[in-house]
Nanobody, 128 residues
Framework: EVQLVESGGGFVQAGGSLKLSCAAS????????IGWFRQAPEEEREAVSC????????YILDSVKGRFTMSTDNGKNIVYLQMNNLKPEDTAVYYC?????????????????????WGHGTQVTVSS
């Protein structure tokens, strides 16, 4: 079964950090572009970041540059999103999704992507 499971969300004060995990089963994360997406209440779903180890493409949303970074643990087949200096506007449900590479390089990419697998999401809440 092809599956992605997110974890690591929680409640944090502004300026704090969280590390989200996207654990894959049934496929190798290095064969796909793995994207992190988020959706705040009454907002559209936006692409936050992407990594595609098969061709080296990456994407990061302008508003999180310098604060969020992605990494891959090949042995565990997990993709991480390290989030530092969190802001209240980062509050959202965060999802990871796998799609055919390369990474799509725009914020609205969720609406133009066919996903091989999609997680159930993890809530991130940042208080001011």
């Amino acid at each position: 079964e092809v599956q992605l499971v997110e974890s690591g969300g929680g409640f944090v004060q502004a300026g704090g950090s969280l590390k989200l995990s996207c654990a894959a089963s049934g496929f190798n994360v290095n064969d796909y572009a793995i994207g992190w997406f988020r959706q705040a209440p009454e907002e559209e779903r936006e692409a936050v970041s992407c990594i595609s180890n098969s061709n080296g493409s990456t994407y990061i949303l302008d508003s999180v540059k310098g604060r969020f970074t992605m990494s891959t643990d090949n042995g565990k087949n997990i993709v991480y999103l390290q989030m530092n200096n969190l802001k209240p506007e980062d509050t959202a449900v965060y999802y990871c999704g796998a799609y055919a590479p390369p990474c799509k390089l725009y914020r609205e990419s969720y609406y133009y992507t066919t996903f091989e697998s999609w997680g159930h999401g993890t809530q991130v809440t940042v208080s001011s």
